[in-house]
């Protein structure tokens, strides 16, 4: 088994939609950022590269090169999950916990870690979301930025069964 760490944290500004998860939040203002900001789904690329021995986000998909420009965080995590899976691990576990202040994420974190496991391809009893304050501390605490950090761990794949011909 590999275990992998994710952080990501992004500013909250007017006029972005607020997406987590790869799921869109009623909020006045969202993450900031070059692709869609998700840092919930942004930590999961870094923790599924990280167990993988493959880098960061960054590594893959710059924020330099335009052509990532607005991307949603679930065409990374499926690149992500594709250059796992070519190393011979997959996904077995994903535990998030992602600090904010508003808006609140008691109802949907059900649902978010669902999601999370959707995009894993896991059972969702193997997928938790949790959320934390910042007790009004720092910029996260003022609901200038948001954060998250996810730990992943990965198994080996089963190896594939080729076909012989006799």
Do not use: N, Y
Not at 77 to 103: C, S, Y
Not at 133 to 149: D, N, P, Y
């Amino acid at each position: 088994m590999r275990h992998g760490l994710g952080f990501d944290i992004h500013r909250l500004v007017p006029g972005r939609p607020f997406v987590l998860g790869g799921l869109t939040f009623d909020h006045p203002r969202g993450p900031s950022g070059h692709s869609d900001g998700d840092v919930l789904l942004h930590a999961l690329v870094d923790a599924l590269l990280g167990a993988a021995a493959l880098g960061d986000i960054g590594d893959h998909f710059p924020d330099t090169d335009p052509k990532w420009k607005g991307t949603a965080g679930e065409v990374f995590v499926k690149a992500a999950l594709k250059l796992v899976a070519a190393k011979g691990w997959r996904p077995a576990q994903v535990d998030a916990t992602v600090f904010l202040e508003l808006p609140k994420l008691k109802k949907r974190k059900p649902e978010l870690a669902a999601e999370l496991a959707r995009l894993l391809g896991i059972a969702k009893d193997c997928a938790c979301v949790k959320a934390k304050t910042m007790e009004g501390l720092g910029a996260i605490g003022a609901g200038e930025a948001i954060a998250a950090q996810v730990l992943v761990v990965l198994e080996k794949a089963p190896a594939s069964k080729k076909k012989t011909r006799k």
